[in-house]
């Protein structure tokens, strides 16, 4: 399922997705870690999903993965690109707890996780991009995150098909410190779950 989306992952990559999956089901149930529990839905919706994104846009290091839940999308990416460096900022306990044990099982080095609300008095960390999952509206996140992406920073938006509201009010609040750079729309493979992903550029400071 991962070569028909174009993902391919060595041996020991490979190791470190079926233990973090088995994790994930077997802590599910007492952390509603995720509604998504059928073998090829987590796969596709979830892995595949989160490690797609380095198809579209270069990602550099470090990054913040806002918003984490689970791990998606930065513990998928890590495992795929093991040359980034991660924050994992996850406010809920419950799941802050099984980010960390996610780590330690799977020996991910260069992941810190962040178990505070990120805003721009709280995580002042600097980072060359932001990523996140549907977590918010694009203008919020670059409120929160104002104080950690410099100029020449990415925010990383993976977004449903009708994002083009939240682009155009972004833009027209923050067209002075941000530009978009790309704005993908493509489906997940064998699938018609319709995706966006929406790069922007800080260009200024706030």
């Known amino acids: 399922m991962l070569k028909q989306s174009g993902i391919s992952l060595n041996q020991q990559q490979l190791h470190q997705l079926w ?90 080095k260069n992941v810190d996780v962040f178990e505070h609300k990120v805003v721009s008095r709280s995580f002042r960390q600097p980072v060359k991009a932001v990523i996140t999952r549907a977590v918010e509206d694009i203008e919020k996140t670059i409120l929160r995150t104002s104080a950690c992406i410099t100029t020449g920073g990415l925010l990383i938006f993976m977004k449903g098909p009708s994002v083009d509201p939240e682009i155009e009010v972004a833009l027209k609040r923050f067209r002075n410190a941000y530009r978009l750079t790309i704005n993908e729309r493509y489906h997940l493979p064998g699938t018609h779950h319709l995706r966006r992903l929406v790069v922007l550029e800080r260009t200024y400071e706030l």
């Open 19 to 108: 233990a973090y999956h088995n994790l994930l089901r077997s802590r599910n149930q007492d952390r509603d870690l995720t509604r998504i529990i059928g073998f090829e839905s987590m796969v596709v919706k979830h892995y595949v999903d989160s490690m797609i994104v380095g198809k579209f846009v270069s990602l550099p290091s470090p990054l913040l993965d806002l918003g984490s839940g689970a791990g998606f999308p930065g513990i998928p990416l890590k495992i795929r690109y093991p040359h980034l460096r991660f924050t994992l900022a996850e406010p809920r306990p419950r799941r802050a707890a099984f980010l960390k044990e996610a780590v330690a099982l799977l020996h991910l």
